[in-house]
């Protein structure tokens, strides 16, 4: 930016988006003479050793502000002089555990437009198992390369043949998903090409899109099950074990996710050509590329008689009256959105409790938990209806996803 009226030389920063332009004086400029500066060029063009060494310092801070926001993304101007200041650009690079870590607390905490998510505690798990390595997690992050990736591969199958428990494919996935975020903020440059999954254990593959299905006689006898013949801690035990079992049976008839269902409410509902609807975003896909991404789920009778029966028993005017139900959270304030997240974790693991005593009711050989709801929805529905492109709009996922993970379970 040129000299201002006060005779300094301000670096000037607007980010893509945003009209609002953020200005940082340069400290150290040596040039006395301001009319030797060119506007087109962004420099002095006087033939003097300042000049010189006040157009290397204007390239150094260019270079430091684009080093951290490639590598530190920051959300707006502000925090990217804060950064700035604080020295970052000039920082020792990170080492590949430091790295895992700063991924942790992003994920913890939140970052710019984006809310915490509870997947940062699989990381903490690569982390426990990088530290019980111990040479990796000191290597610098722009080091890593495929000879470290198949070392960790043969680390971690040492400790299976030792004995002791590990996710193979789930840690080997990580490791590769860290190597990700470091490629795209330009902290490495190496490629990971060893197929992991080619030499992990045949007995340790992952169940993803295998977990337990229950079959449709089994989800008849759920309907039919008697809640008292379950038990209960707490308090209005009766409200919400029928609670409880309304919620999964909604689950099931709108092949909903639990973290849309709870927070769904009466003015979600929408008539279509004389069909009723909920209009929801996807909670799994707010942070994604879809994340404007509208489902239109169609509600029938049962799903109905759940909503009328609920009607105008929540303060806030959601569907079900859970007690975290009575509030109005902003879904757009990242703190708000952790307390809903809190409280809706504790009310899932309340409902999952609940749910194993209902599944050995009911004669269930494994145990009953909410996403088996959706899980066997989904799978019922693939089994009586090959059109998975309507299926998956419906429930607000992708044909891939519904061959990939329902499909394989159509035999039931």
Known sequence: KAPNMSGKVAVCVR?????????????????????????????????????????????????????????????????????????????????????????????????????PSRNYQTYINLLHKLEDEGRLIDIPVAEINNSHFV????????????????????????????????YQRNLNDNVLR???????????????????????????????????????????????KELYKDYCVFLYETLSRPADVIKMKQDDIVEIKG?????????????????????????????????????????????????MNEYEWNMNDAQSWNKWRNRNTRAQNMINMWLKKAGAVIGLDFPLTLYTFRRSALSHACAQDPNYIQIALKAGTSPDMLLKHYVDNTAI
Request: hydrophobic content about 35%.
């Open 15 to 115: 980010f893509t988006g945003s009209n609002n332009r953020n200005y940082r004086v340069i400290k150290g400029v040596r040039s006395q003479d301001l009319t030797a500066w060119n506007q087109e060029k962004q420099m002095f063009v006087a033939p003097t050793e300042e000049a010189m060494s006040d157009n290397a310092l204007f390239r150094k801070v260019k270079d430091d502000l684009v080093k951290i926001f490639e590598t530190h993304h920051p959300a707006n101007a502000k925090e990217l002089f804060s950064l700035y200041e604080q020295g970052i650009a000039d920082q020792k690079p990170p080492t590949f555990g430091e790295f895992v870590k700063s991924i942790i607390e992003e994920m913890r905490t939140g970052r710019g437009n984006k809310k």
């Open 151 to 182: 070392w960790f591969s043969d680390y971690l199958m040492k400790r299976l043949e030792a004995g002791k428990k590990c996710n193979y494919y789930n840690l080997m996935k990580l490791f590769k998903q860290v190597h990700n975020k470091a």
């Open 194 to 240: 060893f197929r992991y999954s080619d030499y992990g254990p045949a007995d340790n593959l992952s169940d993803e899109g295998k977990m337990p299905v229950f079959s449709p006689e089994d989800y008849k006898n759920f309907l039919a099950l008697d809640i008292n013949a379950t038990t209960l801690s707490g308090v209005n035990v009766n409200f919400y």
């Open 275 to 323: 069909k009723k609807y909920l209009r929801y975003i996807p909670e799994k896909k707010k942070n994604s590329r879809e994340r404007n991404k509208v489902v239109y789920a169609p509600i029938n009778q049962i799903a109905m008689n759940m909503i009328e029966k609920y009607r105008g028993r929540s303060k806030a005017g959601y569907i079900f009256p859970f007690s």
